[in-house]
């Protein structure tokens, strides 16, 4: 990612621990894997408006690098459907990790099972 920092809300803090817990995998994977989430589930740009608290979670800048990042890069701006410029794009970037988040923590409710809840990740 480019030197533009990231904040994850409050709760979506505490919603990527409990995730994190659950798959029993590493953050950086977690926020991979709610961004994929959160441009799947949507259609168009996300409009949610997440809780906005004075503690935020920066997301390290290494999380989304090289390819992935140009991967992500490019299936925003299709989902958005418009150009980016690098501020903007990071502003949509975190939407959909927030909303991917919010999904995913809604799924994990949900299922009855770790492996429903592995499953319906896909």
Known sequence: MSNRRMYLSEEGKKILDLIVEVLETERPMVVRIALAKGISVSNGPVEDVFPNS????????????????????????????????????????ILFIEKGLQTLKQEYERKTS?????????
């Open 114 to 122: 770790l492996e429903d809840f592995r499953l319906s990740i896909l």
């Open 54 to 93: 004075k503690n935020k979670w920066t997301i390290p800048d290494n999380v989304i690098k090289d390819k992935e990042y140009l991967l992500f890069k490019h299936l925003i701006i299709n989902e958005v459907q418009k150009t980016l410029d690098e501020d903007h794009l990071h502003q949509h970037m």
